[in-house]
T-cell receptor, first 116, second 112 residues
């Protein structure tokens, strides 16, 4: 079973609809991240969370919100979807070594979202 | 956040070595140099990282300039499976600000 799972894998929705993308991980990591990727571009950070009580905005948080329901679950919501939010969305998890220094980030398979 | 500069694309033949360059002239003392790659239709995957010294692992080698303003990812023998977009990323190693900031990466094509 995959360590980082995302649901749904594909979603088509209409402008103005509310949509939630979910991410679950079995790695036991405290840190979770949401990114979006537009065609031909690198990933851009939307939100990140270092633990259940910690939520931080990334580069492009406008139009998005998140919820960290548990250590293993981190959801991304689009309250009122618009066409320019059509993109590939990735969730990632990471840890931080007690000896100092960040662990690698492990990415999910992605959710392809189309807003019509 | 510190930025990196990479060529948009590179080509290689199978079983030849590949050297992927990255410039990061504004690197700070706490920045780690990370490389991730993204295979077609997949999420990024970790390749290697380093702070000051050269690093080797089963996937690749990382050569870091003495002044840390540039680095090179080395794939010793490219395979078709290595065709991907390679991202060079400066990662702030501080506990409270740890995050990855991706650039546009280098698209590596590998020919049989």
């Amino acid at each position: 079973d995959a360590d980082v799972t995302q649901t749904p894998r594909n979603r088509i929705t209409k402008t103005g609809k509310r949509i939630m993308l979910e991410c679950s991980q079995t790695k036991g990591h405290d840190r979770m991240y949401w990114y979006r990727q537009d065609p031909g571009l690198g990933l851009r950070l939307i939100y990140y969370s270092f633990d259940v009580k910690d939520i931080n905005k990334g580069e492009i948080s406008d139009g998005y919100s998140v919820s960290r329901q548990a250590q293993a679950k981190f959801s991304l919501s689009l309250e009122s979807a618009i066409p320019n939010q059509t993109a590939l969305y990735f969730c990632a998890t990471s840890d931080y070594y007690s000896s100092g220094g960040p662990d690698t980030q492990y990415f999910g398979p992605g959710t392809r979202l189309t807003v019509l | 956040d510190a930025k990196t500069t990479q060529p948009n694309s590179m080509e290689s033949n199978e079983e030849e070595p590949v050297h992927l360059p990255c410039n990061h002239s504004t690197i700070s003392g706490t920045d780690y140099i990370h490389w991730y790659r993204q295979l077609p239709s997949q999420g990024p995957e970790y390749v290697i990282h380093g702070l000051t010294s050269n690093v080797n692992n089963r996937m690749a080698s990382l050569a870091i300039a003495e002044d840390r303003k540039s680095s090179t990812l080395i794939l010793h023998r490219a395979t078709l499976r290595d065709a991907a977009v390679y991202y060079c990323i400066l990662r702030d190693g501080s506990y409270n600000t740890d995050k990855l900031i991706f650039g546009t990466g280098t698209r590596l094509q590998v020919f049989p």
